[in-house]
């Protein structure tokens, strides 16, 4: 049976519940997620101490996130909280009224334990093996080091985005000695930290609510053809074109930018800054943004439970088997329709001349094709399309979560149009995609009646190519169906087929 767990996150400036149902090891799928404006860190001063009316928007957080979770089956709760509550000298009586009026015993994170769940979180789904995570939260800022994917060491700073926007966003617009001071604080916040001086061809990702903000305006600036943040890079150049588009708006006017939500219309300059700080410290030409971060960390603990570090061995082959499961795929096909798409791969290979990159995307393709039926059997191929681009498919990048859905768009019939995506794509992908959708369909008819009764296949190449089948039984339907769906194979190679 599926457990249902709720992960709160109390920070400085928002606070999250995420609700996950999930089968430890096998399979999981976010349910729900609840976000709350708190300010907890607002107008904390140099006394430390929480002010009543943040710590009451807090608490009333923590009491609708407690009985959301009892109405809707929650098994578990973990609550945590951070930097605000981390650093509050009358954190105790805080801590105390949350339990006493919403039930829950909030853990306190220690900057180290802050780093290492947003790490988990971000190992896990981006393709990150040597390189920074930088996670930017209202009270603080956190560089981890990654090696091998492994937790190295991590720096705590209390550059948050509501600590520095009191501090030093006085003006409006902002003036340019504000945004001086501004500049300086984020400089000096990472001045000291003697590792980033190595940062020479690594990675660079980066977490929390400010990051994603600014790849949603990169994005919706853009034009950008994918409504998708999680593996959107953007660079360096491109922040600093950002912090000169928000640098003289005023707080109304930033709250009209595209991509730009109204309650951190006030806090994304100083959050762009701290940014821009790092990437000029590090030397970072990019910077690529984790969807996943904290909360995903704190449940992989319960997910992977029994690995140590619960990391993902292979994480890419683990998110496409999660996405199969939840739409309840039939496996032996799958899996059958895999095994004949790979072999005419390999065999094909003087033609078309891919390697292992396009080898595996076919293989997945292949695990996936039939999805969509999930939603109806009539254009599932279409639905299938459609679950791929708007699921949180771990360890692809944006290219290839495009190729792997137009692969599954085009596994059943039609010629294939890329035009929606060219801006995502790279020259070459029409006929690159073109050539593989053409081979998984062939798989996908030769497996027409989903009982093996083709078991293999021998490839023969010649100015015809000869496809000679080896069956199990009466394959008269699957090789009638395959050649008849062959025009898609002659179009993209240039070659007549014929199987036997």
């Known amino acids: 049976m599926q457990e249902r767990i709720g992960i709160i996150d109390l920070g400085s400036n928002t606070t999250r519940l995420v609700i996950m149902g999930y089968t430890p090891h096998h399979s999981f799928r976010l349910l729900d997620e609840v976000r709350e404006t708190v300010r907890l860190a607002e107008g904390v001063g140099d006394d430390g101490q929480l ?47 949350v339990a006493q009026e919403s039930s829950l015993k909030l853990r306190v994170l220690s900057t180290n334990e802050e780093a290492y769940y947003g790490y988990l979180g971000a190992v896990n789904a981006l393709d990150l093996r040597d390189g920074y995570l930088i ?103 491109r922040l600093d074109e950002l912090i000169a588009l928000l640098r003289p708006l005023t707080l109304r006017q930033r709250e009209d930018i595209p991509g730009l939500s109204r309650d951190r219309a006030d806090l994304i300059l100083a959050g762009a800054v701290i940014l821009q700080q790092l990437m000029e410290r590090g030397r970072f030409a990019e910077i690529t943004v984790s969807g996943q ?21 292979d994480m890419r082959s683990f998110s496409v088997k999660n996405l199969a499961r939840l739409y309840n795929y039939e496996a032996i096909h799958s899996a059958k329709v895999r095994d004949l798409s790979v072999s005419l791969f390999d065999q094909l290979r003087p033609l078309h001349g891919y390697g292992e990159w396009e080898r595996d995307l076919l293989g997945y393709a ?78 996908e008819y030769l497996e027409r009646s989903k009982s093996q009764v083709v078991q293999g296949l021998q490839v023969e190449l010649g100015e015809t190519v000869r496809v000679v089948t080896k069956t199990m039984g009466d394959a008269t339907v699957e090789l009638w169906d395959a050649n008849r769906r062959s025009g898609l194979f002659q179009k993209a190679f240039g070659k007549a087929i014929e199987i036997v």
């Open 51 to 97: 002010k009543p009316v943040p710590m009451a928007r807090g608490v009333e957080a923590m009491k609708m996130f407690h009985s959301y979770c009892k109405s809707t089956g929650v098994t578990r709760i973990v609550p945590v909280a951070t930097s605000a509550t981390r650093d509050a000298t009358n954190q105790s009586a805080f801590l105390g009224r």
């Open 135 to 237: 996670d930017i939260g209202g009270g603080s800022a956190e560089v981890t080091s990654i090696r091998g994917r492994g937790f190295v060491r991590s720096f705590s700073q209390p550059a948050g985005v509501v600590r520095f926007s009191e501090r030093y966003v006085r003006s409006d617009p902002i003036n340019n000695r504000d945004f001086n001071a501004l500049q300086d604080a984020a400089a000096a916040s990472f001045a000291g930290v003697e590792w980033l001086n190595d940062t020479h061809g690594t990675m660079l990702a980066g977490i929390g609510g400010t990051i994603r903000t600014l790849a949603e305006m990169d994005q919706k600036l853009s034009g950008y053809p994918l409504d998708r943040v999680h593996g959107h890079s953007f660079s360096r150049a």
């Open 293 to 313: 971060g904290l909360r995903e960390g704190v449940f992989y603990e319960h997910f992977l439970v029994g690995e140590q570090p619960p990391l993902f061995s």
């Open 366 to 443: 292949a695990q996936l094709h039939d999805i969509g039926v999930a939603i109806g059997y009539y254009d599932h191929h279409k639905h299938g399309a459609y679950l791929i681009m708007n699921s949180a498919l771990q360890g692809f990048n944006h290219r290839e979560v495009v190729m792997l859905a137009l692969l599954v768009r085009y596994h059943r019939k039609g010629d294939v149009s890329i035009d929606s995506y060219r801006k995502i794509l790279m020259p070459g992908d029409q006929e690159r995609i073109a050539r593989l959708a053409a081979l998984l369909r062939l798989a």
